[in-house]
């Protein structure tokens, strides 16, 4: 194939479609290019239809390569392995933006990958990979109601800004990615802080049509490029099979759905299709009859909402389910909530530390670490089956990002709350929106454990059933049935000032710009009640931390003196840490913390780290330990790490013959500084201090301005000896004889 490149001008810089060089065994395979960010997105169909599936078998892989952004891996293989979160929320993205664009009768598998090969650290790569999936899949032979644009929105200074750079973000006030086609919005996911409605129904509305060219552009590269498209396979459903069950089975069906309790549902349901399968498994196939009962309850739970305006458990279409909240479940975690929507219930545990246990971060984006985390968990318990626990999946990690969006606008600043936090959702038990329920739990989590969090965050699900005519209704507070059956599952997490983040799925071909409009007002009003709710348990953060939880106390010591803090090695910092039992954390502006449980210990770490940092200055009075022994005077250890001389004139208030009469190694002695030579060397005297306990005032010489020497011996030969001299010369590490 030849290359065909085509590009465009988007915000001031060139976005760049390029096919024909790269993948040219993949079926379709692009690179896309914006400022110095390239991505390959390659499309690849299997030969032959998987057997045994019900459901359209795509797979979407996000690949980063390190070396993207000059990076070589950590660790000691040295190279990639499981994917960071940013590449599992980036797979995530573009999937819910493809997957509803392909024919669902679809069972042979596809598979998009999408692989970052540069990365300039301003232009995120997420955003191409929408573009290059739907790019790949256009000029395949993969049927495909696409393309697909796609775009990220800013607010800055009260301007909607296209394709702001990642640096830019920091001062915007919403942070959107939106994928749509050439009418309507197939994916949207925002992270917002506390943006009105306003604000964000009009990024939508920009999003989408700035998303225009970038469907154009893709239009012309399929002119030159693209493949004979394959025929769309016929539904393999049996008619006759769903004509028989849909007549007998329509009095089960509806008893199920009317009742309010998901276990006596699905009970009924369950016997429904054990009965139906003994009736008709000689006449139909197992799946046959698996798709029609499943058609059955689809057809008459949409039915009810559209025709009846009546719901599963007899809700309104704007009625929320029972809510309940509580706060400080359990007793030795720092912050603990549980919070309960229907048969919807999370517990989240907030859990405090030192600021070095924020998250490394080792990927594609300019941030190094994050100091606020949320993490979701959901045990095959929560929905009433028995399967293997393994490591958190996609789901799981998606639902614990977009949960840490909404939460993070009111996390305070680390210089007002210098922790790292933690907060984990446990899901026990699922019908519905758990996400959402997540955010809320996390909020009331948060003012449990005395986190001095701005507001509290709520967050309700909507979902959206359409018929062909085009009529629809929206759904406050979706059930997981609701879901299932369902057309949208539109999230909307925000504080009472506005948006904190939204998340936008649907099965649909996209929705219009009017239904998304009716969802965030449908949220709006939603989100107001539950927050009542919410500030009626706990109106604001607790008073006080957990005694659990680590105190942490904030220092700021002169830049210069780090050195001294740390030690070679770190040595210092480690001996400092394990002998006060806390965590210590600088920054190179001086900043330290210190961390511990116990307050007389941190209080000893700081005492130790002021006394590495201060400035000795004449006249200062120390108590420390007496080092070495000399017969000229003692060394004392006056600070960590800074020793002093007593001359053995200054040892006492009376004429000492022998230093050791007066001290000995290891003792502690009370001195005054009295000198600090032009060397930096330091003199003491113990006798200032035992002539001012006696009330002798001594010459201001002792007072410590200027000091003469003690005692001037002149310079005259000894019999048989040498000149004597006043001061022994100084030695490395201190003064020696």
Not at 39 to 48: E, M, V
Not at 116 to 124: F, G, K, R, T
Not at 346 to 362: A, C, P, Y
Not at 541 to 553: E, F, G, V
Request: glycine content about 10%; proline content about 5%; hydrophobic content about 35%.
């Amino acid at each position: 194939m030849a290359k065909e490149s085509f590009e465009i001008e988007a915000a001031g810089r060139k976005l760049t479609i390029e096919t024909g060089k790269l993948a040219g065994q993949a079926n379709g395979a692009v690179t896309v290019r914006y400022g110095d960010t390239v991505i390959l997105a390659t499309a690849t169909i299997s030969g032959d239809e998987r057997e045994g599936v019900d459901f359209l078998p795509l797979t979407i892989d996000y690949e980063e390569r390190l070396y993207a952004a000059g990076k070589i891996p950590g660790g000691f293989i040295r190279r990639e392995g499981r994917p960071t979160q940013e590449a599992v929320l980036a797979g995530r993205l573009a999937d819910r933006s493809i997957r509803p664009l392909l024919p669902h009768e679809w069972r042979r598998e596809i598979q998009v990958i999408l692989t970052v090969l540069s990365a300039d650290q301003e232009n995120d790569a997420d955003v191409l990979g929408i573009i290059g999936g739907s790019a790949a899949l256009h000029i395949s032979e993969m049927p495909f109601d696409g393309p697909l644009g796609a775009c990220r929105v800013g607010y800055i200074d009260g301007k909607y800004v296209l394709n702001p750079v990642l640096t830019d973000l920091d001062k915007s006030q919403l942070d959107m990615v939106i994928a749509s086609s050439r009418d309507k919005v197939v994916m949207i996911e925002v992270f917002a802080r506390e943006a009105p409605e306003e604000v964000v129904i009009g990024g939508i509305e920009f999003a989408h049509q700035a998303n225009q060219q970038v469907i154009d552009l893709q239009e012309r590269l399929r002119e030159k490029a693209g493949k004979p498209k394959y025929e769309v396979p016929p539904s393999p459903v049996n008619e006759e099979a769903v004509a028989e069950i849909d007549s007998m089975a329509t009095d089960k069906v509806t008893l199920a759905l009317d009742s309010p309790d998901k276990s006596h549902r699905e009970e009924v349901l369950d016997g429904l299709k054990k009965e139906i399968l003994a009736e008709y498994g000689d006449k139909f196939t197992e799946a046959d009859i698996l798709y029609a009962l499943d058609k059955k309850i689809k057809k008459e739970l949409r039915n009810n909402i559209l025709v009846k305006r009546h719901r599963v458990s007899g809700r309104t279409l704007t009625e929320i389910r029972p809510i309940t909240c509580e706060v400080g479940l359990l007793p030795r975690t720092h912050g603990s909530a549980l919070f309960t929507r229907g048969q919807t219930q999370i517990l989240n545990i907030t859990t405090l530390g030192s600021i070095k246990d924020e998250q490394r971060l080792e990927g594609l984006g300019i941030e190094d670490s994050k100091r606020f985390m949320h993490h979701y968990n959901m045990p095959p318990y929560a929905t009433g089956e028995a399967k293997r626990i393994g490591t958190p999946g996609r789901r799981e990690i998606g639902h614990g990002a977009l949960a840490e969006r909404a939460l993070l606008p009111v996390i305070p600043s680390e210089s007002d709350f210098p922790y790292a936090i933690r907060c984990v959702s446990e899901a026990v038990s699922s019908s519905g929106s758990t996400s959402m329920a997540s955010c809320c739990a996390g909020s009331l989590s948060l003012m449990d454990a005395g986190v001095p969090i701005k507001k509290a965050v709520a967050g309700i699900s909507i979902g959206l059933v359409t018929d062909e005519d085009g009529s629809y209704a929206l759904l406050t507070d979706i059930e997981g049935i609701e879901d299932n059956y369902g057309d949208m599952d539109f999230k909307v997490a925000g504080t009472d000032a506005g948006i904190t983040a939204i998340q936008m799925d649907t099965k649909l071909k996209g929705l219009t710009l009017e239904v998304c409009r009716g969802a965030i007002a449908q949220a709006k009003e939603a989100r107001f009640i539950i927050l009542d709710i919410m500030n009626k348990t706990i109106k604001g953060p607790a008073p006080d931390l957990s005694k659990y939880a680590p105190r942490m106390y904030k220092i700021k010591i002169n830049p210069d003196k780090i050195g001294a803090v740390i030690g070679s090695g770190g040595k210092t910092i480690r001996t400092i840490s394990e002998d006060t039992k806390s965590t210590i954390d600088i920054d190179n502006d001086g900043t330290v913390i210190i961390g511990s449980p116990d307050e007389a210990n941190a209080r000893r770490a700081i005492q130790i780290i002021e006394g590495l940092t201060r400035e000795i200055q004449v006249g200062d009075i120390y108590t420390g330990k007496v080092t070495r022994i000399m017969n000229f005077g003692a060394m004392v250890e006056i600070l960590p790490g800074k020793e002093g001389l007593v001359h053995i004139s200054e040892l006492a208030d009376y004429r000492v013959g022998k230093v050791e009469d007066v001290v000995k190694s290891g003792d502690e002695v009370t001195v005054r500084v009295i000198e600090i030579d032009n060397l930096g060397r330091v003199n003491l005297s113990r006798r200032a201090i035992l002539e001012k306990e006696a009330g002798v005032t001594r010459p201001a010489a002792h007072a410590g301005e200027e000091r003469p020497q003690p005692r001037e011996i002149p310079e005259r030969r000894r019999e048989g000896g040498r000149p004597p001299q006043s001061r022994p010369p100084l030695g490395r590490g201190g003064r020696s004889p």
